[in-house]
């Protein structure tokens, strides 16, 4: 019951350096989301995929560039990072019909110094 | 704009004492609402959600909440709290547009149990 798999699960870069968050998921989702989690703020929408073949930004896309690999995975990109980007990133998936929840990965930690 | 308020950041309960999360929303039409718990160092699980229909809406691990439309509240509840409880809890809405389905989160609440 793999679910929505995130890798890697920690990763600390430089400043400057560039990094692709991977993500999968194994339930035949439509639409796949990438949040990100920073203390005292939950968790903010960075660029959400209706379906593959389309994406769109969030709440906090600068900084980030998304590619809808097909309909498993969705990658999340730091083409160069900063401190700022430090955080812990969840990538999501749902279903079409609109009262299913979201489902989430476990989450990488990454840490940019 | 669409928001949500968790107005206690953190919470302190005995184990064993009951528990109420408070959550308020700000969405112009019927909100679809849900409560998701993060353990340390995992993602997050759903609770509980809630669409139409019955206001109080039963969740896993014996947790429900219940909709008061006119008080713009979506509130967690658990009568008798365990130590398995202590996490982050999470209140979101759902935010429809042209299809698409995204949530708009709190900002959390922490939950500590005291044996």
């Known amino acids: 019951n793999a679910g929505v798999t995130q890798t890697p699960k920690f990763q600390v870069l430089k400043t400057g350096q560039s990094m692709t968050l991977q993500c999968a998921q194994d339930?035949?989702?439509?639409?796949m989301y990438w949040y990100r989690q920073d203390p005292g703020m939950g968790l903010r929408l960075i660029y959400y995929?209706?379906?593959?073949?389309?994406?769109d930004k969030g709440e906090v896309p600068n900084g980030y560039n998304v590619s809808r690999l097909n309909k498993r995975e969705f990658s999340l990109r730091l083409e160069s990072a900063a401190p700022s980007q430090t955080s812990v990133y969840f990538c999501?998936?749902?279903?079409?019909?609109?009262?299913?929840?979201?489902?989430f990965g476990d989450g990488t930690r990454l840490s940019i110094l | 704009a669409q928001s949500v308020t968790q107005p206690d950041i953190h919470i302190t309960v005995s184990e064993g004492a009951s528990l109420e999360l408070r959550c308020n929303y700000s969405?112009?039409?019927?909100?679809?609402l849900f409560w998701y718990v993060q353990s340390p160092g995992q993602g997050l699980q759903l609770l509980l959600k809630?669409?139409?229909?019955?206001?109080l809406v039963q969740g896993i691990k014996g947790f429900e909440a219940e909709f008061k439309r006119s008080q713009s509240s979506f509130n967690l509840r658990k009568p008798s709290v365990h130590w398995s409880d202590a996490a982050e809890y999470f209140c979101?809405?759902?935010?429809?547009?042209?299809?698409?389905?995204?949530?708009?989160f709190g900002a959390g609440t922490r939950l500590a149990v005291h044996p």
């Open positions: 995929s209706a379906s593959e073949g389309t994406t």
């Open positions: 979101a809405v759902g935010q429809f547009s042209g299809g698409y389905n995204k949530l708009i």
């Open positions: 809630y669409f139409s229909g019955d206001t």
């Open positions: 969405y112009g039409a019927t909100p679809y």
């Open positions: 999501a998936s749902r279903s079409r019909d609109r009262v299913q929840p979201q489902h």
């Open positions: 339930m035949n989702h439509n639409s």
